[in-house]
């Protein structure tokens, strides 16, 4: 299990422990309450597989801001251009969990363009705060060096339709690598501008 805390744009807090099928209940107090002491608007998390209980626990502990994330779901805005291109957000990316770690990987790439073009001299302001992603230096070393690490090593692949779609947990087992579970919870965390509506629906 893990989580990732983000301030806006800034991941200010990771975690991570090991929790059995059967300790869901006390792995969602654990997020819960790390919840309370970031002062978190919402909680995101995996709604599927062994995570799918998630909510319903929240739910009974008292915390109902919670959103699901299911990264084989459909993409968001599915109509609407990736980027620059003039490919719609349905034909570039597979599925849910394509489509946020491009995004992403995008957000981290305008920081970098950000940082060193303002080193030079020539940043135009172009990237809005919530364009960019940084890590704070007061999370936990080695769970950020963890993250890096885990960011960086699935691989790009491509579906059937030639869709874009990041490299599946059976095929990292199969180069023994674990399942990036840091990873995934910042994903989850930085899914939330992609799921705002969908999250305000479910709510009301």
Request: aromatic share 8%; net charge neutral; charged share 30%.
């Amino acid at each position: 299990n893990a989580t990732t805390t983000m301030d806006g744009s800034v991941c200010t807090g990771l975690d991570e422990w090991k929790g059995g099928e059967d300790e869901l209940r006390e792995s969602a107090m654990r997020v819960k309450l790390t919840a309370e002491r970031a002062d978190a608007s919402y909680i995101g998390y995996d709604s599927i597989g062994v995570g799918a209980g998630t909510g319903s626990h929240l739910n009974g502990a008292g915390w109902h801001r919670h959103f699901k994330f299911n990264a084989g779901g459909k993409v968001s805005d599915p109509k609407k251009k990736y980027g620059d291109t003039r490919i719609a957000n349905e034909d570039f990316f597979s599925n849910l969990k394509a489509q946020t770690w491009w995004l992403t990987a995008d957000r981290f790439r305008n920081t970098h363009l950000a940082v060193t073009e303002t080193e030079k001299g020539t940043y135009d302001g172009r990237f809005t705060c919530d364009q960019m992603l940084s890590l704070s230096s007061k999370c936990d070393a080695k769970l950020l060096d963890k993250l890096v690490d885990e960011l960086s090593t699935p691989m790009r692949d491509f579906d059937n339709c030639g869709k874009v779609k990041v490299e599946s947990k059976k095929d990292l087992a199969k180069r023994d690598i674990v399942s990036p579970n840091i990873a995934d919870s910042f994903i989850i965390a930085n899914s939330r501008g992609l799921l705002a509506r969908r999250t305000a629906a479910e709510i009301l």
